[in-house]
């Protein structure tokens, strides 16, 4: 009695803060504390048995593993990545996590680990050691495969939200990596649909040289094939990667972008591979034939944008803004999804145990929501997670692939990337 | 008086109406999300007769027990916007918190509790005095905010959080949390109090309660021939008085669910027009108006004998409805 009213007043004198004390929470709270089923039914508090374990928070604690990498800076000033890039994804989603969390007596911590890469595997398989069962990471494909054998026999899932690698999801996909990160094919695949459904069928292709250019190119001509595109014609364009900067440069841009586009058989829109994003931003605009541009810049494929709005993506852009002071990249939605994932698995389950919630996550009852208007759930052949992708200009996100008319047996989403008939992934499985 | 003699001539002159409405005034209110306007719909010709510029990102609208006030959500205004319900005159702000989507009036006729979508709060607000009451932390992202006909359990459902959580509107604390599927976004009591219906719309589920108890008495689901089973999203609904039939509104899937509220079968779906998220009955229950956002027009449904009878254009992504007995 003397306590109801004591938190009575607590709530009123609270007025101000959203967030009540812990102590309060607990104390009215004692409900929930005890064994409630699926369908929480609840149980008269004073009567009821209360054991100390049942008191205790269950813990999950997440690693967010990032590789730290030489990568060549971008061409924009703009595009330089902030620092906290997926960490602050990964801070969100510990934060959604938890405000469910406080209701079922779940406790999620993050553990962030930033290392090269034969560094970051021993800390990561230290912790895993230690119980830890998930690891998010931000790496490249060899990293993601490292990490994947020093944790081989543990329960324990590594969770690919950096790279967007084929062969990861293919010949080298694994029991226990999953990929909340887009594939190539994923990504190209949705850029072609838009291109189809509007009619642009003829490609101009023009790609970098670095292997990530060249894996991108490939991805777009699959894309192409797929969909009933043309590559009327192909370049690479090479380039002196000199500096950055200096005090002149468009002089030369619009000589050398414009011969480098002249002389293509007619085509509809200038696709470009430029992953490692050296001369792409400078093909808008400057083509020898007036062209739109897609691909790597232009229309860009992606799995968010921090303008994106629709279902309900203000609040999550709004919540990112207040905890980063800044928007909300790809690589943090992918980090926050993984993370969220881990977090809807826990609620489901009731449980912190990392067997049961990866076993959950695996299987075809499991689903989450990503603001994209619809359920994501992971692909039983490889663990790849379904998403609609995003087109976008820098400003604003424009349309959503799969595109309307594209059809498919089981899920639409799965016209995007590698379906499972075609899949050479074999060591996968829920 | 005059009024509804004009509506039976222009009605039969025109015969554009598909029956003849038995008069009964009524008023229907539609906020437009993106026009940040209200439309005023004459509930007896079934025309939109008014268009009123009101806040920002306007969405949850309901009028007040007496139907003197209409009560919008406007939320990118972080504020409750109170208007005469028959001039539509503004009459004052109230203090809502941040984002206000949805709410709902105690059945007494105050106070107004208020979901604050974008900070995981419930607000509880004097529609009189214009002072807050209490602020009640919940789950991620709240928004559908049903109220026990006693008035003593509130359901609020946090989206992201994936949960109904019950308040005692005494002491304005959670009691419990029912887990539910993906992305809750309704919370509508039956009212004889027995029920309360949850809807997710990720999830593409129904989920039925027993308020006391917090057992799961039933979860519907929906399966339409020829749309994919991802676009059956339900977000409204309304159970009528007799506790007989429900409504679901099915959002992309362009649907209004007939449910047979005691069998929990569905038994007919309702081609309505795209996006239809909110609904709302006529005081005599035999028409439902239904919001359509993406199309831009509000639906009419005959509850008997279950046809849809025209749609009314009005502004862009109408989103909340409400109908008053004037």
């Known amino acids: 009695m003397q306590s109801s009213v004591w938190l009575r007043s607590l709530v009123r004198r609270r007025l101000c803060r959203p967030w009540l004390p812990l102590l309060a929470i607990t104390a009215f709270a004692a409900p929930l504390t005890l064994p409630v089923d699926a369908r929480g039914q609840s149980t008269d508090p004073t009567t009821a048995k209360q054991t100390s374990r049942q008191n205790e928070a269950q813990r999950i604690t997440i690693i967010l593993a990032r590789e730290l990498r030489d990568a060549p800076p971008p061409l924009s000033l703009l595009d330089f990545p902030p620092e906290d890039e997926g960490i602050a994804g990964a801070k969100l989603a510990i934060a959604d996590n938890n405000t469910t969390g406080r209701f079922l007596k779940q406790e999620f911590t993050l553990d962030v680990i930033e290392a090269a890469a034969d560094e970051l595997v021993l800390r990561v398989k230290e912790k895993a050691s230690a119980g830890a069962g998930f690891v998010v990471a931000d790496a490249a494909p060899n990293t993601v495969l ?13 969770f690919n939200a950096g790279s967007g690698d084929d062969a990861l999801r293919e010949e080298n996909c694994r029991k226990n990596v999953v990929h909340t990160a887009p594939s190539r094919a994923m990504l190209a695949d949705a850029l072609a649909q838009y291109l189809v459904w509007k009619r642009w069928r003829r490609w101009f292709l023009v790609h970098g040289t670095q292997p990530d250019d060249l894996a991108y190119a490939a991805a777009l001509r699959r894309a192409a094939n797929r969909f009933g595109a043309k590559i009327v014609e192909e370049r690479a364009y090479e380039y002196e990667v000199g500096s950055r900067r200096a005090d002149g440069g468009h002089e030369q841009i619009q000589q050398q972008i414009p011969t480098f586009t002249q002389n293509v058989p007619d085509y509809d829109v200038l696709v470009i591979a430029d992953e490692s994003d050296q001369f792409g931003e400078y093909i808008p605009y400057m083509t020898w034939d007036a062209r739109p541009v897609a691909g790597t810049q232009g229309l860009v494929a992606a799995s968010w944008h921090p303008a994106l709005e629709q279902w309900g993506g203000t609040q999550f852009q709004s919540r990112f803004q207040k905890l980063a002071n800044r928007p909300a990249r790809p690589l943090d939605y992918n980090v926050w999804i993984a993370i969220r994932s881990i977090g809807e698995a826990a609620t489901r389950t009731r449980s912190a145990d990392p067997e049961k919630l990866i076993a959950y996550l695996k299987s075809a009852e499991f689903d989450v929501a990503g603001f994209k208007g619809r359920k994501l759930t992971f692909r039983a052949w490889n663990g790849q997670l379904r998403q609609p992708i995003l087109l976008s200009t820098p400003k604003l996100p424009l349309t959503v692939s799969p595109q309307p008319g594209f059809l498919h047996q089981f899920s639409e989403l799965d016209t995007l990337g590698v379906d499972e008939p075609e899949s050479k992934c074999s060591n996968y499985a829920p | 008086m005059s009024r509804i003699g004009t509506a039976l001539s222009i009605s039969l002159a025109a015969g554009s109406i598909l029956f003849a409405p038995q008069i009964s005034a009524q008023t229907v209110f539609v906020t437009n999300e993106k026009d940040n306007t209200v439309t005023v719909i004459d509930g007896d010709t079934l025309e939109a007769v008014k268009t009123v510029k009101v806040g920002q990102r306007p969405r949850g609208v309901t009028l007040s027990k007496d139907e003197k006030w209409l009560l919008i959500c406007a939320s990118d205004d972080n504020t409750v916007q109170v208007y005469d319900a028959r001039t539509m005159e503004f009459v004052k702000s109230l203090p809502s918190g941040p984002d206000p989507e949805l709410f709902i009036l105690h059945p007494s006729g105050n ?13 509880v607000v004097d529609i009189e005095k214009g002072t807050v009451l209490a602020e009640i932390p919940v789950g991620v992202e709240p928004e559908g905010m049903g109220i026990s006909p006693d008035g003593k359990l509130l359901v609020n459902t946090s989206e992201t959080t994936n949960m109904a959580h019950f308040i005692d509107t005494a002491t304005n604390e959670i009691i419990d949390n029912v887990l539910v599927d993906s992305r809750p976004r ?3 009591f039956t009212k004889d109090g027995r029920q309360v219906w949850v809807s997710a719309e990720i999830g593409g589920t129904v989920t039925v309660i027993q308020p006391e108890t917090r057992e799961i008495l039933a979860k519907i689901t929906f399966s339409i021939p020829g749309i994919v089973q991802d676009a059956i999203q339900p977000v ?21 669910a007939v449910v047979n509220a005691e069998t929990f079968e569905v038994e007919k779906y309702l081609l309505v027009g795209q996006r239809v998220w909110q609904l709302a009955f006529s005081p005599d229950e035999r028409l439902l108006f239904t919001t359509n956002g993406a199309s831009n027009d509000v639906s009419v449904i005959d509850t008997e004998k279950l046809r849809v009878l025209r749609s009314i254009k009005v502004g862009r992504y109408p989103w909340g409805v409400a109908v008053a007995s004037f």
């Open chain 1, 146 to 158: 490292a990490l994947s054998a020093a944790l081989d026999g543990q329960n324990a899932l590594v």
């Open chain 2, 111 to 123: 106070p107004l509790y208020i979901a604050n979508e974008d900070d995981n709060l419930v607000t």
């Open chain 2, 186 to 188: 309704f919370a509508e």
């Open chain 2, 236 to 256: 409204g609904v309304r159970v009528t008085k007799d506790g007989k039939r429900a409504f679901v509104a099915l959002g992309p899937a362009n649907r209004v």
